[in-house]
C-alpha cells in the first residue's frame, strides 16, 4: 500500500489539480498553502452567485463547515450538484457537526449527499451518523475510536462512499474494506486547521483521478509522513506549521513509499 | 502579583478551556493557534443561526469587531446573553472602535452588556468611554495614555467590569485598584492580530475560572513574556510571529514568575 | 529608476500611510502582515455600513475581489465613490477575473470606476479587457504574456489608469511608456497571496503619495528584491513566506535601488 500512495503523490504532482475550495476563514489560508506545497492549484471560490458556474470546471471540490454561515450554506448546496453534475469528485469536512442543530443538520443534508471521502475526528463521524448521543450518553464511553470505526463502516455503506476518521491513528474504510494510517505526530493538535489540511489533501488526491479509498488513504500518508520530518524541525508549534508546509513541498515518492505506515484494519460496524 | 499570574497559567493548562470566538477574518487563525499553544482549547463559531446554543457550552467567550459586518453582531447580540445567562465570562475586544460610527455604535452597545474584561488601546477605550472627542480636540492630547487610564476606571466603576488598556505598558484596572503590565517587546506592533491575541489570552484565563482582574493581568503578562522570548529568536515580524506560539507553548510558570513585570498604579479617574 | 523606488520606498517609511483594505478571506492576514512590515499601517475594514465613512481618512485604498459576495460588492460599490471624492488613490486586483460571469462582471464594474493602478496576472488583465475570449481560443495562444501586454496598454489609454500585469517579469505602463520589472522568485508561486500582497504594496506606494506608474513600479521592485532575499533563507514555500515578511521590513533604500531590476519596455498594444 506505500507504494500505491507514492505512485499517488507522482500523480498528484504531474496533474496539478485545481482544488476549489468552499471553506472556514480560520483555515483558508492554511489549506491553500498546503495544496500549493503538496503540488495542487487551490481557488477559494464561495459566492453563491459564482460557485455552480466554477465547480464544473475544478478538479475536485472540498466542502467544509467549520465556520458555515446561512449564505455559505446555500453556496453549498448550489456547488455539490454542479459538481456532481459535471463528474467532478467531492470530499466534506464536517467540523464540529455535533456542536450545534445548526451545524449537524448542515453536516448530515451534505453527507447525504453522497462526498466521495467523508473525513472527520470520531466525534464529528459520530455525529454525522447520528450516533453521537450514544456516546455522549455514555454507551461504549471507554471506546469512542472504535464506536466511531464502525459507524464509519455502516455510514460508508448505507452512503456508499468512503469515510476516514482520523485520529492518533487514522482510519479509512468503504464499508467493505479498511486500512488504518499510523503516521503523525502529536504536534498536528496543537496547530488550527490541520484535520482540514487532512481534507483539503485528499481533495488533492481525488482531483488527480484517484478513487476514494485511495485518495483518502494517500492524502492521510502524505500529511502524516510530512508532520514527522516537520516535527524534527521544529521548536513548537509555530515553527511546526510552517516546516509542514517545508516538508509537503519536499516530500517525494520514494520518501512516502518509505515512510508510510499503512496495515488493513477491521472494517467493523 | 508575578506568583499569581504563574498559577493562574498552571490553572489554564489544567483547565484546558473551551474558548469560543466570534472574531475578525484577518486575525481567526492566528488567535486560535495562541490559544491551542498556551493550552486552551479555541472554537470559532460565529453564524447567528448557532451561536446561542454553543456559547452556553464554553469556557468562555471571545467577542471582538475587527471585521464586523451587521449578520456578525446580529450574532453577538445573540451569543452574549446566552453567555451570560450560563454564566459563561465573555471578553471585548473594540477592535477600531473610534474609526466609524457603525464600530463605535457596536462597540458602545457590547460594552454596555458588561463583559468580564473590555481590552483596548487607548484609543479604542476613549472612544468606548465616549471621550474620544476630547482627545481629538486636543485636550491633554500630550497624555492620551492618561487620558485612556483616567477613561478606563471611569468606566470599569460605571460597568463595573475589569478595563485593560494595552500599550508600551498595558494597564489593567476594575476601577478601584489597577496594575501595570510592563512585558512585551516593539515587534508585537509589526504583526498584525497581536491586541486581539492579548484579548483572546484573557479569554482562555476567564475560562479556567480567573476573575476579571487576575485574567486580564495573567493574560498580557503571558503574552508580554512570550513576546521578550520570541524577540530573542526573531530577525523580523515573520520569524517573530513563529517564535512567538513556540514561545507560548513551551513559557512554563515559574519562567513566566520571574519574567512578568507587575506592579501597584494608580487606579486614576 | 532604481534610485526613484529607493526614494518611494524611503517616503513610504516616513509617511506610514493608512491602507484601508477591502480584501479576500485568504490572505487578509498576510497582506495586513506586509503592509505592516514595509512600514505602511493596514486597516481591514470592508462592511457595507462603515466602508465609505472610513475610506476618506485613508491614505490608500485597495479593493481586492478573490473571494468576493454580494454584501462584500455593495460595499466596494460604497468605499470606491467615497475615496475618489476624498482624492484617495486606489488599486484594484481582479483575482481570477475570468473564472466566473459573476467575477468578470464585478472586476469589469470596478475597473471602469478608474483606478490609479489595476494588476493582476496575465489572465485577469486579458479577462478584465475582454480579451479573454480571444485567447483562449488560440488567437496568438502561444504568447499570452504579450496579449496581456497589449491588452494592458489598450486598457490604460482607455481608461486613464495604470495597468500592472504580472508574471515571470512584471509589466507596467500606462499606455504611453512601459516598465519591466524583472525581479522576485519561483517561490512566490508556492505560497497563496503572494499576487495579493504585490497589490497591497502597491496601495501602500500610492499612499505615501506616488503617482500610479511610479506606485506599481515601486511596489513590485520591493516585493520582487524582498522576495529574493528571503529565498536565500527559505527551505521551501513555508519558511519563504515567514523570510518574505522579514526581508520587507529589514530592506532598506540603498538595497532596493541595488537589486531592483527596472528596464523601459515597448508600451505595446
Do not use: K, Y
Request: glycine content about 10%; hydrophobic content about 55%; aromatic content about 2%.
Amino acid at each position: 500500500m506505500p507504494r500505491q500512495a507514492a505512485a499517488a503523490l507522482e500523480r498528484l504532482r504531474l496533474a496539478t489539480p485545481l482544488v476549489h475550495n468552499i471553506t472556514n476563514v480560520v483555515v483558508a489560508n492554511v489549506t491553500a498553502n498546503a495544496l500549493l506545497a503538496v503540488g495542487a492549484s487551490p481557488a477559494m471560490v464561495q459566492a453563491e452567485e459564482e460557485v455552480a458556474d466554477f465547480a464544473p470546471h475544478a478538479a475536485a471540490l472540498v466542502v467544509n463547515i467549520g465556520t458555515l454561515t446561512a449564505p455559505q450554506l446555500r453556496a453549498m448546496r448550489r456547488a455539490v450538484p454542479a459538481a456532481r453534475a459535471a463528474g467532478v469528485p467531492w470530499v466534506l469536512d464536517p467540523v464540529a457537526a455535533g456542536a450545534t442543530p445548526f451545524r449537524l443538520a448542515a453536516a448530515q443534508e451534505m453527507a447525504a449527499l453522497r462526498p466521495a471521502v467523508l473525513r472527520g475526528n470520531a466525534s464529528e463521524i459520530l455525529a454525522v451518523a447520528g450516533e453521537a448521543g450514544l456516546a455522549s450518553r455514555g454507551v461504549d464511553s471507554a471506546h469512542p475510536t472504535a464506536m466511531a470505526h464502525a459507524a464509519a463502516a455502516r455510514l460508508a455503506r448505507a452512503l456508499g462512499i468512503t469515510v476516514a476518521v482520523t485520529g492518533a491513528v487514522d482510519h479509512v474504510t468503504d464499508g467493505e474494506r479498511a486500512v488504518a494510517v499510523a503516521n503523525g505526530h502529536p504536534l498536528l493538535t496543537r496547530v488550527t486547521g490541520m484535520g482540514c489540511t487532512a481534507t483539503a489533501l485528499i481533495g488533492a488526491f481525488l482531483g488527480a483521478g484517484l478513487p476514494g479509498m485511495a485518495a483518502a488513504v494517500a492524502g492521510l500518508a502524505t500529511l502524516g509522513v510530512a508532520a514527522e520530518r516537520a516535527a524534527g524541525q521544529a521548536c513548537g508549534p509555530g515553527s511546526f506549521q510552517v516546516a509542514l508546509l517545508d516538508a509537503l513541498h519536499a516530500l517525494e515518492a520514494p520518501a512516502l513509499a518509505a515512510s508510510a505506515r499503512l496495515a488493513p484494519a477491521p472494517a467493523g460496524g
